[in-house]
């Protein structure tokens, strides 16, 4: 698709959230790439070496929690490293300009709060907080010892990062506030994610029932392509959310300029 195409695109997409009382982003793994944290799907690195559907799932961490921490312990590696890139900026940005009211992410890196989001409901629950599993306290990154794996509490409990692993629930206040957002929005952002993993994956469905307009922001077609996607912009999540946000500014200032 050429650049024009994506920039009219844009700038749809720009006057349907300026239009719109309410408007979210749900975001996957996808928008931290070019972070470098990699995707699940579609790529690479760390999940050659481990294969997700195995290594995040509650069972594998409860049968062989050192065995997992080892990957735990790779992927915070790579997220104490990560800075938030331009598309996690533009969605901070949209959302000073008034124009996003929340973003629902199934990511556990943190990089939307360090951006400069301040309604992030973290699906997934989050990679920077921890918990042990005996005594059920919050433990403090600095206690983390790795010299032994896996981390174990002062009460001898196993220490678990406070994410949803597969064969986990969802956190109940973060579903209900991301389902009654996908019920009340006009305008939902899905960006950078494969959206097959439920029941993040049925927030689309539930607001494209709700009539809002469902945008789609991935450099590959998904699951919401041509069936759910009313736009699809088939770009990294960095260039259409720069675009979009620049273009909402255009139209927020336009009266000023004489646009
Ligand atoms: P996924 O790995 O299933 O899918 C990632 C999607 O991102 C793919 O469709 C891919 O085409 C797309 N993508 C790749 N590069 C992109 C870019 N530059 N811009 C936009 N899109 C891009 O991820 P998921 O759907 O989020 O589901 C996997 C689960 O694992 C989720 O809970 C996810 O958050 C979690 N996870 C989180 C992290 C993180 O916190 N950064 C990293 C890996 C997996
Ligand atoms: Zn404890």
């Not at 509650?58 to 050192?66: K, V």
């Amino acid at each position: 698709m050429s650049s024009t195409n994506i920039e009219r695109q844009a700038r749809t997409v720009a006057q349907a959230l300026c239009d719109a009382q309410q408007a979210v982003a749900l975001t996957g793994a996808g928008i931290s790439v070019e972070s470098g944290i990699p995707a699940f799907r579609g790529a690479q690195g760390l999940w050659d070496k481990y294969d997700p559907m195995e290594f995040a799932s509650i069972e594998s961490f409860l049968d062989n929690p050192a065995r997992v921490w080892g990957m735990l312990r790779e992927l915070d590696e790579l997220v104490r490293q990560a800075r938030p890139n331009p598309a996690h900026q533009a969605l901070a940005r949209l959302e000073s300009l008034g124009r996003l009211q929340m973003v629902v992410t199934q990511n556990i890196d943190g990089l939307h709060q360090e951006a400069g989001s301040r309604r992030v409901v973290e699906f997934h629950g989050s990679g920077r907080r921890l918990r042990c599993l005996g005594c059920g306290r919050l433990v403090s990154r600095a206690e983390l010892m790795f010299d032994e794996l896996p981390p174990r509490c002062g009460c001898g409990g196993l220490i678990k990062p406070d994410v949803v692993f597969f064969g986990e629930p969802i956190p109940e206040r973060a579903a209900m506030t991301a389902m009654a957002m996908a019920h009340s929005c006009q305008v939902m952002l899905v960006v950078g994610t494969s959206a097959v993993v439920a029941p993040a994956s049925h927030l689309p469905l539930l607001a494209k029932s709700a009539g809002a307009v469902v945008v789609e922001i991935n450099p590959e077609p998904t699951a919401l392509t041509g069936r759910i996607s009313d736009h699809a912009l088939h770009v990294g999540a960095s260039e259409a959310l720069t675009l979009i946000a620049q273009a909402v500014e255009e139209r927020l200032g336009g009266a000023g300029e004489g646009r």
